[in-house]
């Protein structure tokens, strides 16, 4: 009798404790949810690109990214765009493995080149006519946290010109990158 009541006692007394070890559990860990990166292929080539991007939760972030040219000599009509994004991940970290993406870019591009000359066949003004234009696309790629908080990721993107395609020429833009941050 007196073992029984002994083990009712301690069993009574244990589930609180196994109970507030689950709801420890079940707390959402503080994990940091800002993440800077720049595309170290983009300074390769002679443009800048740097990313923030914000994580919602272990499986989903948004965030945005801007590309500007710096280097004239760069074989490209582009000029600079900005594109925010939303990324799916499929990994065993938290926001981190295999990803999807859906975007959105607001993109600037050259486009016909205006040469004024004067009676004597010298120049007078040269003008730029460049095009702004809003794609939509989707991308994919793979991303690798230390537990330092450094960031390493490899990406590739296609969209679609929206508005002035017939203008600027260019139907399809992309993103291609292979990128270095910190999660904080």
Known sequence: MKKSILCAFVFLFTIPLFAQDEDIADQDVDFPKSEVKLN?????VGAF???YEYL?????AIGING???????LDTDLNYYISPYYRLYFGEKYAAGFFLEGFGMLNNVEG???????????ILSV???????????IGLGGKWVTNNGFVGELSLGVGRNLFNANESGIDFVGKLGITVGYRF
């Open 40 to 44: 170290a292929l983009s300074l390769i």
């Open 49 to 51: 690109e740097g990313t």
């Open 56 to 60: 919602l939760n272990e499986e989903s």
């Open 67 to 73: 590309f500007v040219v710096y280097d004239n000599d």
């Open 112 to 122: 016909n080149r205006i040469t004024y000359f004067d009676n004597q066949g010298d």
């Open 127 to 137: 003008e730029e006519d460049n095009i702004t234009d809003f794609a939509l696309g």
